[in-house]
């Protein structure tokens, strides 16, 4: 098996040039602060779009993941960051249950998780959080056992961000963790315009940009790279054929951007205009997710959307143990 370092190397130095198989290379500390940012952008109806599916729907949510009414509920969440939406649903479950609920948000910013123990203190005082700090799509995360209801939640569209491989590794290690009635609540992007897509990941003041390029700085700092930041642009193109936003970062330049690492020094050269992929993020229709949660285990139970129909919640459920 290769190495982070080896996977980064080979795909830095591919033709074409990609780390879309690596996305959460974008989530250290500044890079899931700058993320918080994103969603904050006008252009960035996502994060708008599920807030209010959120303030609509909670209860409805909280009700129907749990199954019945003498179900204790417990919600973890992978990817949480500062939990700021997921605040919403606390809330309802707390009322929900009529006492404290147990919360498990695993995440790779250890910033994150501290403001999201801080917010939630004063938001849902009566949430026992449980944080695990881990990278959900590469580390092996365990879940303690629980008398009553499970809740995965993973939102933020964050499943259209992994390659087909890596998201159905995801879902199929949520799946071995729960037990038979346990629940996901997932948040997709639909295929809708591409305009409003487009615009989503290129913000006038180019947050998202921002985002990426902190990726060549983290692998200037933990992986011995080094790349001049001022040499590259940022460029999402929409592909039609795929269904997807992919993020570009282009080379201005001619270059070489040498690596030292444990191995020694390698080079990878970009000619001008070169593009390396950094993250594809895939708008999937009802048909496409049906058949990858089916796939990892799950069946859909319910779907709730906003107005435009652009982001659909999904919950689903484990109904049998694998064969």
């Known amino acids: 098996m290769m190495s982070v370092a080896e996977e980064i190397f080979l795909g830095l130095s591919g033709r074409p040039k990609s780390l879309s198989n690596l996305q959460w290379l974008h989530y250290d500390d500044e890079g899931s602060f700058?993320?918080?940012?994103?969603?904050?952008?006008?252009?960035?109806?996502?994060?708008?779009?599920?807030?209010?599916?959120?303030?609509l729907y909670s209860g409805d949510i909280i009700v129907k993941a749990a199954g019945n009414e003498k179900n204790r509920l417990r919600i973890v969440e992978l990817g949480s960051g500062t939990a700021k939406k997921t605040s919403i649903l606390l809330q309802a479950a707390l009322k929900y249950q009529g006492g404290p609920i147990n919360y498990l948000p695993i995440d790779v910013s250890s910033i994150a998780l501290d403001e999201a123990q801080l917010s939630l203190k004063h938001l849902a005082p009566d949430v026992c959080i449980m944080p695990q700090l881990k990278n959900y799509a590469t580390d092996d995360y365990i879940?303690?056992?629980?008398?009553?209801?499970?809740?995965?939640?993973?939102?933020?569209?964050?499943?259209?961000?992994?390659?087909?491989?890596?998201?159905?590794?995801?879902?199929?290690?949520?799946?071995?963790?729960?037990?038979?009635?346990d629940a996901l609540l997932l948040s997709i992007d639909a295929c809708h315009d591409p305009t409003v897509l487009l615009s989503a990941y290129n913000?006038?003041?180019?947050?998202?940009?921002?985002?990426?390029?902190?990726?060549?700085?983290?692998?200037?700092?933990?992986?011995?790279?080094?790349?001049?930041?001022?040499?590259?642009?940022?460029?999402?193109?929409?592909?039609?054929?795929?269904?997807?936003?992919?993020?570009?970062?282009q080379s201005l330049c001619s270059q070489q951007v040498k690596c030292i690492d444990q191995s020694g020094e390698?080079?990878?050269?970009?000619?001008?205009?070169?593009?390396?992929?950094?993250?594809?993020?895939?708008?999937?229709?009802?048909?496409?997710?049906?058949?990858?949660?089916?796939?990892?285990?799950?069946?859909?139970?319910?779907?709730?959307?906003?107005?435009?129909?652009?982001?659909?919640?999904?919950?689903?459920?484990?109904?049998?143990?694998a064969c």
């Open 34 to 55: 700058i993320f918080e940012k994103i969603g904050l952008q006008d252009e960035y109806y996502v994060a708008r779009a599920e807030h209010r599916i959120f303030e």
């Open 266 to 321: 390698k080079t990878v050269h970009l000619d001008k205009g070169d593009m390396i992929n950094m993250i594809d993020s895939h708008k999937f229709s009802i048909e496409e997710i049906t058949m990858l949660l089916n796939n990892a285990g799950f069946i859909i139970e319910h779907i709730w959307n906003d107005e435009h129909k652009w982001i659909n919640i999904i919950l689903a459920r484990k109904l049998s143990l």
């Open 143 to 181: 879940l303690p056992s629980f008398n009553g209801c499970t809740l995965v939640m993973y939102i933020g569209i964050s499943i259209g961000n992994s390659s087909d491989e890596e998201a159905k590794n995801i879902l199929h290690h949520v799946y071995d963790q729960l037990k038979v009635g």
């Open 203 to 249: 913000d006038k003041n180019g947050v998202v940009g921002s985002f990426q390029l902190n990726v060549l700085r983290r692998l200037n700092r933990e992986f011995g790279y080094n790349f001049d930041l001022d040499q590259f642009r940022y460029q999402p193109v929409w592909n039609k054929h795929t269904s997807r936003v992919e993020q570009h970062l």
